[in-house]
C-alpha cells in the first residue's frame, strides 16, 4: 500500500504528537525512541528517525524514497506517569489495529493529565518524610516535626509549581521553609534527636526520577540527553541546599554540619 | 524472629514513601499497590542484606536490580511501562540526604574557607550519593540491558 503526501505528514505528526506527549512527561529517552518509532510504522511508514534531546524531539519518516520531517518543543509539563501508561497503552492497541489513524489522533489529543487531590498528596508526603526520620532513627515527636515540616513545604511546592515559577526558586523556597519549620523542632527540643528531623523534611524535594532517568538515559546510549538530564538534577539539589543554608543562616540552627 | 520483626517494621515505613512518591509521580491509582509492594520488598531487602554486613552499594544493587527484573514480570503483565512502578518503589533507597549533605558542606567550605572535617564530609558523602545513585539506576535497566537488548519490553 502507498501513501499520499498528505497521509504520510499525518502520520508523522501524530507520531511526534506522542512522542512530545512521552518527553514532556518525564519518559526516558529509550522509552520516547521506541514508542514514536512503533507508532509511525504500525501507521505505515518504512521507518522513523529521530532525534530525542532534552527539550525537542525531530523526527523524520520514510516512505517510498519520501522523506517528511519535523520537529517540536518539548516543555517540561512535570512527571507525569499517567500520561506515560496512555501513551503506551494506545501504542499497544494500534499495532493490534484495534485503532486507525484518526482514533489515534483524536485519542492522543483527549488525553487529559491525571492528578491526585493536592491535599492528599500533601498528607501522603508528610507520612513519606516522617517515614524516613524512622529510617534515621527518629522518635515519635520527631515523626511529628517532620510530618508539619514537609507538608508545609508541599503545599508551598504546589502553590508554586501552580503559578509557574521557575524550579530552583520553588525548591529552594520549599527547603527553606521545612528547614525553617524544622528548626523550631531543634529549638525547642522535641524528642531525643530533634535534628534528624531537619533532615528527613527536605526529602521531599529529592529529584529522584531526573537522576534515575539520567543514568539510564545514559546507559543506554542517549549520553546527551542524560547529560542534560543530570545537570538539571544537580541544579535543582544545588538550590535546595541553598535553601536549607539559608535557614540554618537565620535561624543560626546549623542541624546538618556536625 | 527478631530479625524478621524488623524487616516487617523496616517494610511498613518503607512503603509509605514509594506511594506518596507515586502520587507525586501521578502513576494511575490501580497501579500503586505494586508502588507499594515493590518498595516495600526492595527497602527491606537491602536492610537483610546490610544486616548481613553487605556494603550499601552492593546491597542497593541487588535490591534495585530484583525490583527491575520484578518489574519487567509485572510489566509485561500488565502492559505499563516498567518505569511507571520500578522508579517509584526505589525512592525510598535514594540517597538525598547525603546528596544535600554533600552541597551543603561545598556551601561551607566555600563560606568559612577549608578545612579537613568539612573536605572529608563533603567527599565521603559524595562518593557515596554517585556510586549509590549509579547502582540504583543500573540496577533498574539489568532487565533491558541484559536480556532485551534494544527491543521494545511491552
Same mark, same amino acid.
Not at chain 1, 216 to 221: A, E, T, V, Y
Not at chain 2, 60 to 65: E, I, K, M, P
Given at each position: 500500500m502507498s501513501l499520499t503526501y498528505e497521509a504520510q505528514s499525518e502520520l508523522t505528526r501524530i507520531a511526534v504528537k506522542a512522542g512530545q506527549i512521552l518527553l514532556q512527561h518525564g519518559a526516558e529517552s529509550r522509552l520516547v525512541e521506541q514508542t514514536t518509532q512503533r507508532i509511525g510504522i504500525a501507521l505505515g511508514a518504512q521507518s522513523i528517525e529521530l532525534s530525542v534531546s532534552s527539550d525537542?524531539?525531530?523526527i523524520t519518516s520514510l516512505l517510498d524514497g519520501h522523506c517528511?520531517?519535523?520537529?517540536?518543543?518539548?516543555?517540561?509539563r512535570g512527571i507525569n506517569m499517567h500520561m506515560v501508561c496512555e501513551v503506551q497503552r494506545i501504542c499497544v492497541m494500534l499495532e493490534k489495529q484495534l485503532l486507525d489513524a484518526h482514533q489515534v489522533k483524536e485519542r492522543l489529543n483527549r488525553l487529559v493529565p491525571f492528578k491526585y487531590n493536592r491535599w492528599l498528596v500533601v498528607l501522603m508526603i508528610g507520612l513519606s518524610c516522617g *517515614?524516613?526520620?524512622h529510617f534515621f532513627g527518629g522518635d515519635l515527636p520527631v515523626y511529628i516535626t517532620t510530618f508539619f515540616a514537609s507538608a508545609a513545604a508541599m503545599i508551598l511546592r504546589q502553590e508554586l509549581a501552580h503559578r509557574q515559577h521557575n524550579p530552583f526558586v520553588n525548591f529552594a523556597l520549599a527547603a527553606f521553609l521545612a528547614t525553617s519549620i524544622a528548626s523550631i523542632g531543634v529549638i525547642h527540643q522535641f524528642g531525643e534527636d530533634p535534628k534528624i528531623a531537619m533532615a528527613a523534611c527536605v526529602l521531599l524535594l529529592v529529584p529522584g526520577f531526573p537522576f534515575i532517568n539520567a543514568?539510564?538515559?545514559?546507559?543506554? /546510549?542517549?549520553? *546527551?540527553t542524560g547529560i542534560a538530564r543530570w545537570v538539571f538534577a544537580t541544579l535543582l539539589t544545588i538550590?535546595?541546599?541553598? /535553601?536549607i543554608v539559608g535557614s540554618m543562616a537565620v535561624t543560626g540552627v546549623w542541624g546538618w554540619i556536625i | 524472629m527478631e530479625l524478621i520483626k524488623l524487616l516487617l517494621i523496616d517494610a511498613w515505613f518503607a512503603w509509605i514513601p514509594a506511594v506518596g512518591f507515586a502520587m507525586v509521580f501521578n502513576v494511575p491509582k490501580k497501579m500503586l499497590v505494586y508502588c507499594a509492594i515493590g518498595g516495600a520488598f526492595a527497602h527491606s531487602f537491602r536492610y537483610l542484606l546490610m544486616y548481613w554486613g553487605v556494603h550499601i552499594e552492593w546491597a542497593?544493587?541487588?535490591?534495585?536490580?530484583s525490583m527491575g527484573f520484578l518489574g519487567l514480570y509485572w510489566s509485561r503483565k500488565r502492559l505499563i511501562p516498567r518505569p511507571v512502578f520500578t522508579v517509584a518503589s526505589v525512592i525510598p533507597m535514594i540517597p538525598g540526604s547525603f546528596a544535600f549533605t554533600t552541597v551543603i558542606g561545598i556551601v561551607e567550605l566555600n563560606a568559612g574557607g577549608y578545612n579537613i572535617a568539612l573536605a572529608q564530609m563533603v567527599i565521603e558523602n559524595g562518593l557515596r550519593t554517585l556510586f549509590i545513585l549509579g547502582a540504583l539506576s543500573f540496577g533498574l535497566a539489568l532487565p533491558s540491558i541484559l536480556i532485551y537488548r534494544g527491543r521494545p519490553i511491552v
Open positions: 525537542a524531539i525531530v517528511v520531517t519535523t520537529t517540536r518543543r518539548c516543555y517540561d *517515614s524516613f526520620s543514568v539510564s538515559d545514559m546507559l543506554k /546510549g542517549h549520553i *546527551s538550590s535546595v541546599s541553598i /535553601g | 542497593t544493587l541487588a535490591a534495585s536490580s
